[in-house]
């Protein structure tokens, strides 16, 4: 089990937001058959995604989702932002970004958490992996060396920078980012072709199966809150005035899906890992890493937030990443409805009759 201490940090001051006017619903939603262009990012597993879709949530909702295959989060909001996908898996920190500099995308929702739970297990979606013995035990021993993320608008570029510069390391001089797909991070790793990755828990898992590595940090510890988001759900804005029944209809799609998967896990039952492993061809190894450091924590994370919510804390420390690491001006909105139209997933909760907590979010 991963400790909260591998990296030690000041604690995150949350700012307030005015908090987005909440609109009276009286109106029936609009049920007509839709289909949605759906940005999806390759070679990871989404379980959200997929139950909604094996359960037949999509279908109960009258939606055809298309998916889109994309590398990673940062060409999600570029095609969001040009109108080439209605909705997509997108990130926090990417999704801000675009937003701050003009984009026509928001976030409506949370999609993956990470974060340590109540009984101290952390769900992570990224790990700091190095190869063991090689004196790399913080960031400030990341001098010189070559650090692998995902992708060049992936919120880890973003974290990541902002903890080099807060350990006296300039990120365009003394280290050398490195974008690799997940998929092929492990055996970049293996191969000393790079000395950090940030890698999904597959590529840790594929890692530690062929050598002997350390985990010297997470997202967690990377981005410093109580609850993170690794993936969030973006829409094109001009798609989102136009067709805001169906954006709330998926985002229903995705309520149910979620309700079901955390009654499943209250049972202890298999279901959710069966239907994700199957999706995914996962064998049984891979399937129980899968479940022991990511897919197991649907409903452990109701202490800390709605489901499916982007809490304000969270745009905060987004904002403060973006500030810290030069990409966004100090003066840059502060106001969460600049980034996030949570009305959506609020009307989603209300037609479905599901209890929100204001004070989680």
């Known amino acids: 089990m991963l400790k909260h201490s591998m990296w030690v940090f000041a604690a995150v001051v949350c700012a307030a937001f005015s908090p987005q006017p909440v609109m009276a619903q009286t109106k029936a939603l609009d049920m007509a058959p839709a289909t949605i262009r759906f940005g999806y990012i390759t070679g990871l597993a989404f379980p959200t995604f997929i139950v909604s879709e094996e359960r037949g949530f999509f279908r109960k909702e009258s939606l055809n989702v298309e998916k889109v295959f994309l590398a990673g989060s940062g060409p999600v909001s570029e095609a969001l932002a040009a109108g080439n996908l209605d909705l997509g898996n997108t990130t926090p920190l990417s999704s801000v970004l675009a937003t701050a500099k003009g984009a026509k995308t928001l976030m409506v929702s949370g999609y993956e958490y990470t974060f340590i739970d109540k009984a101290g297990h952390s769900w992570e979606a990224v790990?700091?992996?190095?190869?063991?013995?090689?004196?790399?035990?913080?960031?400030?021993?990341?001098?010189?060396?070559?650090?692998?993320?995902?992708?060049?608008?992936?919120?880890?570029?973003?974290?990541?920078?902002?903890?080099?510069?807060?350990?006296?390391?300039?990120?365009?001089?003394?280290?050398?980012?490195?974008?690799?797909?997940?998929?092929?991070?492990?055996?970049?790793?293996?191969?000393?072709?790079?000395?950090?990755?940030?890698?999904?828990?597959?590529?840790?898992?594929?890692?530690?199966?062929?050598?002997?590595?350390?985990?010297?940090?997470?997202?967690?510890?990377?981005?410093?809150?109580?609850?993170?988001?690794?993936?969030?759900?973006?829409?094109?804005?001009?798609?989102?005035?136009?067709?805001?029944?169906?954006?709330?209809?998926?985002?229903?799609?995705?309520?149910?899906?979620?309700?079901?998967?955390?009654?499943?896990?209250?049972?202890?039952s298999t279901e959710v890992l069966d239907i994700v492993s199957k999706s995914m061809k996962y064998t049984p190894e891979r399937a129980k890493a899968f479940w022991e450091t990511r897919g197991g924590y649907y409903g452990r994370e109701l202490p800390f937030v709605n489901v499916l919510d982007i809490p304000r804390r969270l745009i905060v420390r987004q904002l403060a990443i973006l500030r810290t690491s030069g990409m966004i001006k100090l003066d840059t909105s502060n106001e969460y409805s600049t980034y996030v139209d949570i009305r959506p997933l609020l009307r989603a909760y209300e037609t479905l009759g599901v209890k929100w907590d204001e004070s989680k979010h």
């Open 127 to 268: 790990y700091a992996v190095v190869r063991s013995g090689e004196g790399i035990k913080r960031i400030a021993d990341m001098r010189g060396k070559r650090i692998a993320i995902n992708d060049i608008g992936s919120s880890y570029t973003y974290m990541m920078r902002e903890q080099l510069m807060a350990a006296g390391l300039n990120p365009d001089k003394d280290v050398t980012l490195t974008f690799i797909p997940f998929a092929q991070m492990a055996g970049a790793l293996i191969q000393k072709q790079v000395d950090v990755i940030l890698a999904s828990p597959d590529g840790y898992q594929l890692a530690r199966e062929r050598a002997k590595v350390d985990v010297i940090g997470t997202h967690t510890t990377l981005e410093r809150v109580d609850i993170g988001l690794s993936s969030a759900i973006g829409v094109n804005s001009d798609f989102l005035r136009k067709n805001p029944d169906v954006v709330t209809r998926f985002l229903r799609a995705f309520l149910q899906a979620r309700l079901w998967m955390n009654e499943q896990m209250g049972k202890n």
